[in-house]
């Protein structure tokens, strides 16, 4: 480092590198200081789209509780248009799905499923809404496209799920040894499906489907 002479040297050298120096440092620092603002009101931005969008789900999970499902679709709606961006908007779109379902209207459940496993930006809801999503269509009798939903490699807390739900869709396309292929992965995942039991019942029926099938084939022959 350079050793001054004098403080008045000192004073000079700062003075000339200041002049030098000072617009780019003011700008660096207002830049800096403009950043910082922004920060600071984006995230206050996102706190309030969450809590509006937090206060409008308890609107739909209300509504959810009564039956009104005029009024959770509109719940939905406003979320998915005014929060899409929000995890609550997923969720209102799962729930708008269900009122779907239970009114009868699978179609428009599709519609609300697709969005929240296209949108939802959360894993697990998009897990969630896939497995739904492949059961609508099922019942829609799009049985391959169902199928075409479930062609992924889910995460451990999924894959028992989604094999029961696969053997379920094979059962309805008239597969049994497929089904139960499907039906013994899912009770041997490492997370089981919620009701091992009833997947096993479900095993049993279609290990029997295919016995008969062999027997009917045999005789035949």
Do not use: C, F
Request: glycine fraction near 8%; charged fraction near 30%.
């Amino acid at each position: 480092m350079v050793d001054y002479a004098t403080e008045e040297e000192q004073v000079e050298a700062l003075k000339r590198w200041w002049r030098e120096n000072g617009k780019s440092i003011i700008a660096g620092a207002a830049l800096g200081i403009l950043a910082l603002v922004g920060w600071r009101g984006w995230t206050w931005h996102e706190q309030t789209q969450a809590l509006e969008a937090s206060a409008l789900y308890d609107q739909v999970s209300a509504r959810m509780r009564d039956g009104d499902r005029d009024q959770v679709v509109a719940a939905a709606e406003q979320l998915r248009e005014d929060y899409g961006s929000t995890t609550y908007a997923a969720l209102g779109a799962l729930a708008a799905a269900r009122a779907a379902v239970d009114a009868g209207d699978t179609d428009a459940a599709a519609d609300w499923l697709r969005w929240a496993m296209e949108r939802s930006g959360d894993a697990e809801l998009e897990y969630l809404a896939r497995a739904r999503l492949a059961r609508v269509e099922a019942a829609n009798a799009r049985v391959d496209e169902g199928l075409a939903l479930l062609d992924v490699d889910p995460p451990a807390a999924w894959a028992g799920l989604y094999g029961e739900i696969r053997g379920d869709l094979l059962t309805e396309n008239g597969d049994p040894e497929a089904a139960a292929e499907a039906y013994r992965d899912a009770l041997d995942a490492e997370v089981p499906p919620p009701d091992p039991a009833a997947v096993q019942r479900k095993l049993n029926e279609v290990q029997a489907a295919e016995a008969d099938r062999g027997g009917d084939g045999e005789e035949a022959s």
